[in-house]
């Protein structure tokens, strides 16, 4: 057995491609972003690697396509190319991006495929309740009255022959390793939903569709051309295939087989398929398996679900162009709860952006600016860790509560503000010159300890509070947070 290495590998699950990026994906990538930005900072940049992509051969892209009159592979690429973009729009420290048209990613999924124990995989004709939507099936148990409870569409009748995964053999094997902990799930409510689901018994479930369902659209079945392969293969096989399993390239040695953290990012909606599928596959296949995975919750927009019939979607860009992208990130991450849905509020986001500018922002400029005023800016400060702090937030981001983490560092800041309020430097420096000094030293020392803390939620304030809080050289500089008049909105 390979020694494990501290590499630590973080993705975020690939979207479909039959719409627009909304909040919802904007927040997976941000808390992608965090993970792998905060373990870059402890454990260097190249052990570290983040990585998403866009879900390309999904039924729901093709019929996205023809409702748009366009030709499949032309829509999807465009599609796929705005789901990109996003890494320049929102910040994005991602290593890589994967489309499941691309070859490395098509030889990869049917290696997987040609992987599995041949007792693992048979053929056998399947009449079921197919949800185009969630791109699985369903039994008439789940739903009895044939709606689906996600999208509240009606469950088609699909009947036509198949290939299958035996899951019923893995049903201990799956238990263990989750109990045990080789495979942890967080928060710990999704760890029991799970381990609940499993206890219930596992039925086989569907690989496969035909080419004529598909449209002759997805990545075709080792030695069968009539069958392509059913989306939750394709799609999940993207976590190695991004990492060149397909050809054994040592990225996929280091981040997936020598990894000491292999960590998914993903919805609750998608945590059956991820949480007991592909560990089964993996294994039937002989490969690792992740170590951890986050699952959060879904954003409301005004306590409603995001819905392109509401008329809620709310483009991630439209949020930047207003607020500010790390006004954004920072409310993304601070509003979303740990173990349950979140809200995005026009209210909600205006005070969390006046916290900024109130907490931060001011902060940031009243410091600088007394040390401009009374010493030239000339401060020396300590740059030795608080080690209380770094272990409260490391403690945050090793079960993945990142609402925990941004609340922490909120009481950091809030702390600086109220430290200088008491020791009132602006009026010490009248009759103590080096005692006013010794506070505005602390306080520098905090504050760039703070630019630290928020690099992973908000990386350019942070780059910009460490440029202008060097040791013994502290500058003044615009307001990061321009307060803004609302009575104009």
């Not at 627009?20 to 941000?30: K, S």
Request: with cysteine; proline share 4%.
């Amino acid at each position: 057995m390979e020694q494990k290495t501290p590499f630590y590998y973080v993705t975020a699950s690939i979207p479909y491609v039959n719409g627009e990026p909304h909040i919802g994906h904007a927040l997976e990538f941000f808390e992608v972003d965090m993970i792998a930005r905060y373990w870059r900072q402890k454990l260097g940049e190249h052990q570290v690697m983040a990585v998403t992509g866009t879900d390309d051969n999904s039924l729901k892209n093709v019929q996205a396509a023809e409702k748009a009159g366009q030709n499949i592979a032309e829509f999807v690429a465009e599609h796929s190319q705005v789901f990109h973009d996003l890494y320049t729009t929102l910040n994005l420290s991602f290593d890589d991006f994967i489309s499941t048209r691309q070859d490395r990613h098509i030889k990869g999924a049917q290696k997987l495929w040609s992987s599995f124990k041949p007792e693992d995989v048979y053929k056998k004709q399947y009449k079921g309740l197919y949800c185009v939507g969630c791109e699985t099936f369903y039994t008439e148990k789940e739903f009895p009255d044939g709606i689906c409870g996600t999208h509240k569409t009606p469950l088609e009748i699909i009947e036509e022959e198949n290939y299958f995964f035996k899951l019923s053999n893995y049903q201990q094997a799956l238990l263990d390793v989750i109990e045990s902990g080789q495979l942890k799930i967080y928060p710990e409510e999704k760890r029991n939903e799970i381990l609940s689901f499993i206890k219930g018994g596992l039925e086989d479930f569907s690989i496969s569709r035909s080419q004529q369902r598909a449209k002759n659209w997805g990545v075709t079945v080792p030695n069968d051309p009539n069958q392509v392969m059913y989306v939750w293969v394709d799609a999940l096989s993207n976590y190695i295939n991004v990492l060149g399993y397909a050809h054994g390239d040592e990225t996929y040695k280091h981040f997936w087989e020598q990894a000491e953290h292999r960590v998914h990012v993903i919805g609750k909606d998608i945590i059956r398929f991820h949480a007991v599928y592909w560990p089964a596959m993996l294994m039937s296949a002989g490969l690792p398996l992740p170590t951890d995975m986050y699952v959060h919750g879904f954003f409301m927009v005004e306590g409603q679900k995001i819905s392109k019939s509401l008329g809620n979607v709310i483009h991630p860009n439209d949020l930047v162009q207003e607020y500010g992208l790390d006004a954004v990130r920072y409310y993304l991450l601070r509003e979303m709860p740990y173990a349950s849905d979140g809200n995005v509020a026009k209210e909600r986001m205006e005070d969390r952006y006046a916290e900024l500018a109130n907490t931060l922002g001011n902060l940031v400029h009243r410091v600088a600016a007394m040390g401009q005023k009374y010493f030239e800016g000339k401060i020396e400060f300590d740059l030795s860790k608080d080690e209380e702090t770094e272990s409260k937030l490391q403690s945050a981001m090793q079960t993945f509560n990142l609402k925990e983490y941004t609340d922490v560092v909120y009481e950091v800041m809030k702390g600086v503000n109220e430290y200088i309020d008491k020791e009132k430097p602006f009026s010490l420096v009248k009759t103590d010159e080096q005692a006013a000094k010794n506070v505005l030293s602390k306080s520098c020392a905090q504050i760039n300890r703070i630019a630290t803390y928020l690099w992973p939620i908000m990386p350019s304030a942070s780059d910009e509070i460490k440029r202008r809080y060097q040791n013994g050289n502290v500058q003044s500089g615009d307001p990061l947070f321009p307060r803004r008049d609302i009575t104009k909105k």
